[in-house]
């Protein structure tokens, strides 16, 4: 998920300058809590981890990951971060099932 899917390798360098925004709603974000400490996830390469809910500020030259509850409520906040160009790319992570509408949404 932190490494957008891919396949390849890194070199240490290339990785330190990988960096990402990951987005989290509150229950997800209890979900990873325990898994994940913040140094681990600045070796992933995640340089501020934020809440759905919050009020963000754009960075419009870093890619997001979120990973959240797929909520009517997270699906319009996406599709405003979307709009409001707020991250270079979004990479979108469910918690759960999302019904095929609320995908389509």
């Given amino acids: 998920m932190l490494h957008f899917n891919s396949t390849g390798t ?5 990785e330190e ?6 987005v989290l709603d509150r229950s997800t ?4 809590a325990p898994l994940l400490r913040v140094s681990e996830l600045r070796r992933q390469g995640v340089t501020l981890h934020l809440l759905i809910d919050s009020d963000r500020q754009p960075i419009p030259d870093v ?5 959240i509850r797929p909520s009517d409520e ?8 979307a709009r409001k160009g707020l991250y270079d790319s979004l990479y979108i992570n469910f918690s759960t099932h999302i019904a095929r509408p609320a995908l389509e949404q």
């Fill in 74 to 81: 997270n699906i319009q906040r996406i599709a405003d971060d």
């Fill in 29 to 32: 974000k209890d979900v990873l």
């Fill in 10 to 14: 890194l070199s240490g360098l290339e």
């Fill in 63 to 67: 890619p997001a990951v979120y990973y």
């Fill in 17 to 22: 300058q990988l960096y990402k925004v990951l």
